[in-house]
């Protein structure tokens, strides 16, 4: 007890002065998540835990882990009582640690509550009761080097946690998060200037959410394809979340989003026109690629979701044009998506629009490039869509859908805990001080324009992307 109440004194110095000013740290881009360096005892240990807006929980891997070949002799993890001097495991009423499981996409991990400081750059709090130590777990075997998660999560009270989120812990109004490149390391911010964006107020209660309105293709202004609001049947909401890899929506929009693009698809219109009047494909489909693209899908690791459609004549349209677009794109390398600007060329861009509880708007842009992905190498590329199915359907906002990593490419996504409140702006990513920015002046949408025009390679996604694990039975 004394050692956590001296870590409390010696850290109200630490918060004082961390608040005076901006703190940014780099995110480390590891594909299908970016991480932050985060210190954790003291003296400090620093982990690079995956920084995720869609989780509220500090969890570090455990040294314990080891005697379990939970992830292997080269992983680091965290020692505590001998190494620590602030750290702390409090008893339950029976005399043992409070222990827990907690579901993600690539499985469960099995935990104990600990007490500690945990800093980010110059700030610290005191995670009292509340940082995760994951002793063991069953996790996806493809996943190595796992240290644990940073949540940046909306905060909620929860269960077995008197403060689970560090944020609050911290003190920290603001946050903001953005990827400069494909291959760069992205920054977060914290505590940054008020954002000059709209402000839209989040829907959510367990998460930062927002409404949304839908997609239109080709212009803005086009009419959404779904989720337009004007009915109650017709709500959605949508969770902009960093620790996600895809943009997922339930599998009825989805196919309704990729029939939709196939029709503003030149190249898939004619394919389509001409499989309708002779009921022969032109070409493979993507066919041609076999065993090998089977075994590239299978490492993304996507959940089978066994399709709910019944055989119509309508809904039957509508699957052979998503087969001709997803076709087409797995062809890419034959008709010429050589690079970003040839992608962008062919393909229309689309439109999120969102909304905040108290109505206001904002239209997210996002072309071709940002939404479609390539994996492969040499005579072997194929192209895919950056989406995923997940169903998650609540009573008050409707299907739920998850704008994963692809939006943090074109903008800075600012999260405001003073109002609750989620803001998007395309101003210039930067880095932090002391780091090489020779375009820090370009706002994200134009850089990526910039190097698009000037024939960037695609954006690869060669390994198992990270799914969202939440208990859909609650509320948005």
Not at 106 to 116: A, E, P
Not at 363 to 368: D, K, R
Request: charged share 20%; proline share 5%.
């Amino acid at each position: 007890m004394f050692r956590v109440l001296a870590a409390t004194v010696a850290l109200c110095w630490s918060l004082k002065t961390s608040r005076e000013g901006e703190t940014c740290a780099p995110l480390k881009n590891h594909g299908s998540y970016s991480a932050v360096e985060i210190g954790i005892g003291t003296p400090r240990q620093s982990f690079d835990l995956v920084a995720d807006t869609g989780s509220s929980n500090v969890i570090v891997t455990h040294c314990a882990c080891q005697q379990t070949n939970c992830f292997g002799y080269s992983t680091p993890c965290f020692t505590g009582a001998n190494r620590s001097s602030t750290f702390h495991i409090p008893l339950g009423e029976d005399g043992e640690p409070e222990s827990l499981a907690l579901e993600f996409g690539s499985g469960v991990i099995f935990g104990v509550l600990g007490t500690d400081v945990v800093s980010l750059g110059s700030t610290a709090a005191v995670m009292n009761r509340s940082l995760v130590l994951m002793y063991d777990h069953e996790l996806d075997a493809s996943i190595t080097d796992f240290e644990g998660i940073f949540g940046l999560g909306l905060p909620y009270d929860d269960v077995g946690f008197e403060k689970s989120s560090w944020l609050t812990t911290a003190a920290i109004d603001r946050f903001s998060m953005c990827f400069t490149g494909f291959e760069e390391d992205g920054v977060l911010r914290l505590n940054y200037g008020e954002a000059k964006e709209s402000k839209m107020k989040s829907v959510g209660k367990y998460h930062w959410g927002l409404n949304f309105n839908g997609i239109s293709i080709g212009q803005e202004t086009q009419e959404v394809l779904f989720c337009d609001g004007q009915t109650a049947s017709s709500r959605c909401g949508i969770i902009p979340d960093s620790g996600t890899t895809l943009m997922l929506g339930p599998s009825q929009q989805i196919l309704e989003l990729f029939s939709s693009l196939c029709d503003m698809w030149p190249r898939c219109q004619k394919a389509y026109a001409e499989f309708n009047r002779t009921q022969k494909d032109e070409f493979t489909l993507g066919g041609a690629l076999g065993d090998w693209l089977k075994h590239a899908l299978s490492k993304w690791g996507l959940p089978t979701i066994s399709s709910p459609f019944a055989p119509d004549p309508k809904t039957q349209v509508k699957l052979d044009k998503r087969r001709h677009f997803e076709g087409l794109l797995k062809s890419c390398q034959s008709w010429g998506a050589s690079d970003t600007a040839a992608l962008d060329k062919e393909l229309p861009t689309i439109y999120w629009h969102l909304a905040g509880a108290e109505g206001e708007k904002q239209i997210l842009e996002m072309p071709p490039s940002s939404y479609v992905v390539a994996m492969g190498y040499a005579e072997q590329v194929a192209c895919l869509p950056f989406f995923g199915e997940y169903e998650y359907v609540t009573a008050q906002n409707g299907p739920i859908w998850i704008l994963g990593s692809a939006v943090f490419y074109d903008y800075v996504v600012q999260y405001d805990l003073s109002s609750s409140s989620i803001s998007f702006s395309d101003s210039p990513c930067g880095h932090c001080a002391g780091a090489p920015s020779a375009v820090s002046g370009v706002p994200l949408l134009k850089l990526a324009r910039k190097r698009r025009g000037n024939g960037q390679r695609l954006r690869r996604q060669e390994g198992k992307v990270r799914m969202p694990h939440w208990d859909t039975q609650r509320p948005l």
